[in-house]
């Protein structure tokens, strides 16, 4: 089931995205392939399991590792890189219908930036005393205190 998250030809046109691995220059562990680790994260985005019970047998990754990777692509924006090639690719096969396309201002970033408000003044301590605080001296516990 793992193969058939990721097929060769999906795999062919994205891999090129993908940032390459940093060097290790002190060695250690080999460094798990980009597709075995992407297989991992479909999996368990599919599957809905949490990232602990990923077979490594699954994907040929912990989900620890599929995980950590995951996190470093989003942080690296790849899965906005690959969201904008596969539109113009399927674009240019004329496979999208624009003309049913919706944005809204969730979606677009305002032009220039938005303009600012100014900035709220803060306002002044009150003497009076807090609605939500109370106070227990004089409370009397039992009648016989």
Known sequence: ?????????????IAPLF?????RPKGGRPRVENREALTGILF???TAIPWERLQVEVAGCS???CWRRLRA???????DEIHRHMLERLS??????????????SSVPAKRGATRSARTRP???????SGTSWSTEGACLSPSS
Request: proline share 10%.
């Open 123 to 129: 306002i002044a301590a009150s003497g009076a005393p």
């Open 19 to 23: 940032p390459p691995a940093a060097p």
């Open 63 to 65: 989900g620890m590792t």
């Open 44 to 46: 368990v985005l599919y």
């Open 73 to 79: 692509w989003q942080d690296a924006r790849l899965w």
């Open 92 to 105: 240019l096969a004329g496979e999208i219908d624009w003309s049913r396309a919706s944005v809204d201002s």
């Open 1 to 13: 089931m793992a193969k058939q998250l990721l097929p060769d030809a999906l795999w062919a046109e």
